[in-house]
């Protein structure tokens, strides 16, 4: 089974922290993605990666940034974390796209965020 | 890109069939429909995906008309651990992923 972790199911930071949020998937995927959800506005990507070193923004980018060193690991962070970052945080991870399956991505257990 | 329109919320009993409709009137020739199921506090779950007429797996069946403007998903049996957030995606393969607000699922006992 493909396993997707998140550092931390619950995290609580203060305004103006740096936060990192690691996620690590096991099936040696290229596709890499970062989603927050909201009530009332459902799943929006933030950043997203097809291969390693290699970022592309979604819809949501202010206010972070990703990093993908390796390719079963991919970071998001908040440069300075402020109050309407407090979100649910979603990692997802597939392999590349091919006719028949696109779209069959992997989700973590997600990061319920807190920034006080 | 094409943009899906599903009800927001639906209400069923145990034990019916529970059918979950999604319009996408823009669809491209090239896209696929695909749906994920979302428990609450859990990240969402790839269900079902298909491209024309009618696919069907161990959990649901997706229902595609000749127009391609809309899909249906097919919950047959349904029970209390059905309920659940239900998205439904259109997209091609070189397309951003797009997660609308789904169709919230209730099952009543």
């Known amino acids: 089974d493909v396993k997707v972790t998140q550092s931390s199911r619950y995290l609580v930071k203060r305004t103006g922290e740096k936060v990192f949020l690691e996620c690590v998937q096991d099936m040696d995927h290229e596709n890499m993605f970062w989603y927050r959800q909201d009530p009332g506005l459902g799943l929006r990507l933030i950043y997203f990666s097809y291969d390693v070193k290699m970022k592309e923004k979604g819809d949501i980018p202010e206010g972070y940034s990703v990093s993908r060193e390796k390719k079963e690991r991919f970071s998001l962070i908040l440069e300075s974390a402020s109050t309407n970052q407090t979100s649910m945080y979603l990692c997802?991870?597939?392999?590349?796209?091919?006719?028949?399956?696109?779209?069959?991505?992997?989700f973590g257990p997600g990061t319920r965020l807190t920034v006080t | 890109l094409a943009k899906t329109t599903q009800p927001i919320s639906m209400d069923s009993y145990e034990g019916q069939e529970v059918n979950i409709t999604c319009s996408h009137n823009n669809i491209a020739t090239n896209d696929y429909i695909t749906w994920y199921q979302q428990f609450p506090s859990q990240g969402p779950r790839f269900i079902i995906q298909?491209?024309?007429t009618k696919v069907t797996n161990e959990v649901a069946s997706l229902f595609i008309p000749a127009d391609r403007k809309s899909s249906t998903l097919s919950l047959p049996r349904v029970s209390l651990s059905d309920t659940a957030v239900y998205y439904c995606?259109?997209?091609?393969?070189?397309?951003?992923?797009?997660f609308g607000k789904g169709t919230r699922l209730h099952i009543l006992p």
């Open positions: 995606l259109v997209g091609g393969r070189d397309d951003k992923i797009i």
């Open positions: 997802a991870s597939s392999p590349p796209s091919f006719v028949g399956r696109d779209y069959e991505q992997y």
């Open positions: 298909g491209y024309k």
